[in-house]
């Protein structure tokens, strides 16, 4: 079986320390690969954000049918710096797993709680799972990989920037 796991790091200098604890632990480049991001616009309060193709592709791909997950995880990677590692066994994505986490994966659903409150996005117990940070699931590499080392993504506003008068006229005061 193939596994691929995912997680993201807020800092260049977190994912940088992962991938060198990767490097230590025996993972060699060709089985992981790290994908920074960077923004354009400005971040307000109910901003959206487009994807590259690519990069929406893989989200996509990746959870399926999950809308759920594929929102949070998508939003997460904005703002974070993606390690995706690949391997055939499930001990080494466990090892893989745990050596991003104990070098500081997010909990993607405490990073997006306050973007998709309201909707589920606790574990039951309400407490941390591994599947919360780093993340293993069970796909095989493919052409989707965020194999870019570099992804943008422009932050646009949703709705109107101006309020409305009763009739739905501009209001300009």
Do not use: C
């Not at 025996?26 to 616009?41: A, M, N």
């Not at 997460?76 to 050596?99: H, L, Q, W």
């Amino acid at each position: 079986m193939s596994y691929t796991v995912v997680g993201m790091f807020p800092t260049t200098e977190e994912a940088d320390r992962a991938s060198a604890k990767l490097d230590s632990a025996g993972f060699g480049k060709q089985d992981y690969q790290i994908s920074r991001y960077s923004t354009t616009g400005e971040y307000t309060e109910g901003s959206e954000y487009d994807e590259d193709e690519k990069t929406s592709g893989f989200w996509d791909w990746l959870f399926g049918d999950n809308d759920n997950d594929r929102k949070k995880y998508s939003y997460a990677g904005t703002k974070s710096n993606i390690i995706t590692v690949y391997t055939n066994t499930a001990d080494r994505a466990e090892k893989a797993r745990d050596i991003m986490n104990d070098a500081g994966a997010i909990n993607v659903n405490d990073f997006t709680r306050d973007r998709y409150a309201g909707e589920e996005y606790v574990s039951p117990d309400n407490n941390l799972t591994e599947d919360e940070r780093a993340r293993i699931i069970t796909k095989a590499k493919n052409d989707l990989y965020l194999t870019s080392e570099n992804r943008t993504y422009n932050y646009r506003n949703r709705g109107m920037m101006n309020d409305m008068d009763s009739a739905g006229n501009k209001d300009d005061l």
